[in-house]
């Protein structure tokens, strides 16, 4: 049994984008223990979305490739969440690079890595036997994902005046973005119905209930989830994403075929 | 008379870990059967450690020229399943990862989710220290030079090191 091809993308996307997005502190990072930190955590999200495209690309054969996948599609034929798209900066800030925002980062990385940390033990019983594999290995690798993001978000929400200030700041930005999460695409429910798949509403109450108690922790106060529920992963992104493609995607596009 | 498949381990015990060349892929678990087809040709099957490691591209060239220099026809297959664990590391690379001076993994956690819900850095168990054996050690990162491994240091003896994550 094969996982259907729209959930091995969506799965591999979110992976790949917030992958180069965290990429992005590679040389800029606050400290260097973080800066080593965001790179490793890139490499092992790149290393999760190289799996899942080789598996899709072995579905969809006719010559796809990972690189194919990763590359030469454009935005709206990309499946991630909106929320991993987003820049490393709050809703008002001026320019993406000087206002980068090392709270927004952890709080997104948080917040995903609670999701999947929950949604790729459920997947481990996938009856896609390759999803089942990859699922198992990144559960490894996101549990230490979550373990940093949850040590900064304490960190920085029970740290200074400042430090708890841009922290609860960026939750109030990014948590209605987890609306998203809980909204089934067409091909979850495809993929709920054939087994291969996860139900998001089964993992939710635990992963409301982290959120909750790391919220605590930190001295932060959780923010409402609501208005806008964005579509990234039927296609309907925002613009950031695009700006994410040309960058990770010029090189390939200028030179197909490039190895070094 | 050895068989190409016996032939082939004996080879491959030589092929060091690109990142940490002090243990061999054998050791650390990397590679995990030599199987010889009807027609006489090998299936090297290795396990990625970390998904995005980056020694695995290095890893399957490695045994591919090692084998072909000797003449012997081989594929290299990559095996995700059973995920690859810490607690495949052999007694004696441990020892030698400690000589190197990397703390080896301690056991791997039953439960991924218990682990993650953990406070870091990992209650209960102390990594010791590979120069001075002291217990009174601290995390000061969780990530590393490489994704196998996290940064320590030594309050006694004051030295950084690295200690290979239980994983």
């Given at each position: 049994?094969?996982?259907?091809v729209?959930?091995?993308?969506?799965l591999?996307?979110?992976?790949?984008?917030?992958?180069?997005?965290?990429?992005?502190?590679?040389?800029?990072?606050p400290?260097?223990?973080?800066?080593?930190?965001?790179?490793?955590?890139?490499?092992?999200?790149?290393?999760?979305?190289r799996?899942?495209?080789?598996h899709?690309?072995?579905?969809?054969?006719?010559?796809a490739?990972?690189?194919?996948?990763?590359y030469?599609?454009?935005?709206?034929?990309?499946?991630?969440?909106?929320?991993?798209?987003?820049?490393?900066?709050?809703?008002?800030a001026?320019?993406?690079?000087?206002d980068?925002d090392?709270?927004?980062?952890?709080?997104?990385?948080?917040?995903?890595?609670?999701?999947?940390?929950?949604?790729?033990?459920?997947?481990?019983s996938?009856?896609?036997?390759?999803?089942?594999?990859?699922?198992?290995?990144?559960?490894?690798?996101?549990?230490?994902h979550?373990?940093?993001?949850?040590?900064?978000?304490?960190?920085?929400?029970?740290?200074?005046?400042?430090?708890q200030?841009?922290?609860?700041?960026?939750?109030?930005?990014?948590?209605?973005?987890?609306?998203?999460?809980?909204?089934?695409?067409?091909?979850?429910?495809?993929?709920?119905?054939?087994?291969?798949g996860?139900?998001?509403?089964?993992?939710?109450?635990?992963?409301?209930?982290?959120?909750?108690?790391?919220l605590?922790?930190?001295?932060?106060?959780?923010?409402?989830?609501?208005?806008?529920?964005?579509?990234g992963?039927?296609?309907?992104?925002?613009?950031?994403?695009?700006?994410?493609?040309?960058?990770?995607?010029?090189?390939a596009?200028?030179?197909?075929?490039?190895t070094? | 008379?050895?068989?190409?498949?016996?032939?082939?381990?004996?080879?491959?015990?030589?092929?060091?870990?690109?990142?940490?060349?002090?243990?061999?892929?054998?050791e650390l678990?990397?590679?995990?059967?030599?199987n010889?087809?009807?027609?006489?040709?090998?299936?090297?099957?290795i396990?990625?450690?970390?998904?995005?490691?980056?020694?695995?591209?290095?890893?399957?060239?490695d045994?591919?020229?090692?084998?072909q220099?000797?003449?012997?026809?081989?594929?290299?297959?990559?095996?995700?399943?059973p995920?690859?664990?810490?607690?495949?590391?052999?007694?004696e690379?441990?020892?030698?990862l400690?000589?190197?001076?990397?703390?080896?993994?301690?056991?791997?956690?039953?439960?991924?989710?218990?682990?993650?819900r953990?406070?870091?850095?990992?209650?209960g168990e102390?990594v010791?220290?590979?120069?001075?054996?002291?217990?009174?050690?601290?995390?000061?990162?969780?990530?590393?030079?490489?994704?196998?491994?996290?940064?320590?240091?030594c309050?006694?003896?004051?030295?950084?090191?690295?200690h290979f994550?239980?994983?």
């Amino acid at each position: 049994m094969k996982a259907p091809v729209e959930y091995l993308l969506h799965l591999a996307d979110n992976a790949l984008i917030l992958g180069q997005r965290n990429a992005e502190w590679t040389g800029h990072g606050p400290v260097l223990e973080e800066d080593i930190a965001l790179a490793n955590i890139s490499l092992d999200l790149i290393g999760q979305a190289r799996l899942l495209y080789q598996h899709a690309a072995s579905i969809l054969g006719n010559g796809a490739t990972e690189d194919t996948l990763a590359y030469f599609r454009d935005s709206h034929e990309f499946r991630n969440h909106t929320l991993v798209e987003l820049p490393h900066h709050g809703p008002l800030a001026g320019t993406a690079i000087a206002d980068r925002d090392y709270a927004t980062t952890i709080a997104r990385n948080f917040l995903y890595s609670a999701f999947m940390l929950l949604l790729w033990e459920a997947l481990q019983s996938s009856k896609d036997e390759q999803l089942a594999a990859i699922a198992a290995k990144s559960l490894k690798e996101t549990r230490y994902h979550l373990r940093h993001a949850r040590d900064w978000v304490i960190r920085l929400g029970d740290g200074t005046a400042e430090s708890q200030r841009r922290m609860q700041a960026a939750f109030e930005h990014l948590l209605p973005y987890t609306q998203e999460f809980w909204t089934a695409s067409p091909h979850e429910e495809q993929a709920v119905r054939d087994g291969t798949g996860v139900d998001t509403a089964s993992i939710r109450e635990a992963w409301e209930a982290e959120v909750d108690e790391t919220l605590r922790e930190a001295t932060l106060v959780r923010p409402d989830a609501k208005g806008y529920v964005p579509r990234g992963k039927v296609g309907l992104h925002s613009e950031h994403l695009s700006y994410v493609l040309a960058e990770m995607q010029s090189l390939a596009r200028q030179h197909p075929g490039a190895t070094w | 008379m050895t068989t190409a498949t016996e032939q082939a381990w004996q080879l491959l015990e030589q092929v060091p870990d690109p990142e940490i060349p002090v243990v061999s892929i054998r050791e650390l678990g990397i590679l995990r059967e030599v199987n010889e087809s009807a027609g006489g040709e090998l299936e090297v099957v290795i396990t990625p450690t970390y998904n995005g490691c980056p020694a695995m591209d290095q890893i399957e060239h490695d045994v591919r020229a090692l084998l072909q220099s000797h003449n012997l026809r081989a594929r290299v297959v990559t095996r995700l399943a059973p995920a690859w664990t810490t607690d495949w590391i052999t007694p004696e690379a441990r020892t030698k990862l400690r000589e190197f001076g990397i703390a080896p993994p301690g056991q791997s956690a039953a439960s991924v989710v218990q682990f993650a819900r953990r406070r870091a850095p990992a209650m209960g168990e102390s990594v010791p220290c590979p120069h001075c054996g002291s217990h009174n050690t601290t995390e000061t990162s969780h990530f590393g030079s490489t994704a196998c491994k996290a940064l320590y240091k030594c309050l006694d003896c004051l030295e950084p090191f690295d200690h290979f994550k239980p994983y």
